[in-house]
């Protein structure tokens, strides 16, 4: 099983809204991540977890926060967000580096925000 | 300058062709390398990982990466209609678990 599960698939909210995207594996990967990606350009790297620990924040406005609550789950909180926001949000996982070389990163299909 | 560059295409090519895409990059601490096919509105999938120096084969596709140049190709054979999609190039250091992505080439593969 190769998959990364995100949930909702399509969310509109407007800028007072809170909502969570949710995202979950079963590959015992151990490292987790959230990207943004807008139309026609590459994911941006948001946040990346590692032993359910943050271990990378790419200077993310503080709207967005991000959850790990334990190794198959990873969460982002929404709150107050903008209109420039609206994009696709992926989740990724992957082995932890310290598995070594043999690793790479799957996605999943995304949540398409829009915010109103 | 970007770390990873990555023609944004697009590329059109008639079915059954060869496609030819590649990345360059500037900083060799660089050692993993992935390719990932997205279509649109679709998260990416995996197609090709790599860590070493070489050719890697699997079915249609080709992953060649050359650590001295800096640069990496993936190649398509006998490319189909399907194969239409934004292909992008990743790439991560020894340490960090954070994958740098090139722009991404779209390409077309005309029936």
């Known amino acids: 099983d190769t998959e990364v599960t995100q949930t909702p698939k399509h969310l509109v909210m407007g800028m007072t809204n809170k909502k969570s995207l949710k995202c979950e594996q079963h590959m015992g990967h151990r490292a987790m991540y959230w990207y943004k990606q807008k139309a026609k350009k590459p994911p941006e790297l948001m946040f990346v977890?590692?032993?359910?620990?943050?271990?990378i924040n790419e200077s993310v406005p503080s709207r967005f926060s991000p959850e790990c609550p334990n190794s198959s789950l990873l969460n982002l909180h929404l709150h107050a967000l903008q209109p420039e926001d609206s994009a696709l949000y992926l989740c990724a996982s992957n082995y932890a580096r310290d598995r070594g070389p043999n690793t790479e990163a799957f996605f999943g299909q995304g949540t398409r925000l829009t915010v109103v | 300058q970007k770390e990873v560059e990555q023609d944004p295409g697009p590329l059109s090519v008639p079915e059954g062709a060869i496609v030819s895409l590649n990345c360059t990059y500037s900083?060799?601490?660089?050692?993993?390398f992935m390719w990932y096919r997205q279509y649109s509105r679709k998260g990416p999938e995996l197609l090709m990982y790599t860590y070493s120096s070489g050719n890697k084969e699997d079915g249609r596709f080709t992953a060649q990466v050359d650590k001295s140049s800096k640069y990496i190709s993936l190649f398509i054979r006998d490319s189909q209609p399907s194969d239409s999609a934004t292909y992008l190039c990743a790439m991560e250091k020894a340490a960090g678990n954070k994958l740098t992505f090139g722009g991404g080439t779209r390409v077309l593969v005309k029936p």
């Open positions: 900083n060799s601490a660089f050692q993993y």
């Open positions: 977890y590692s032993y359910e620990k943050l271990s």
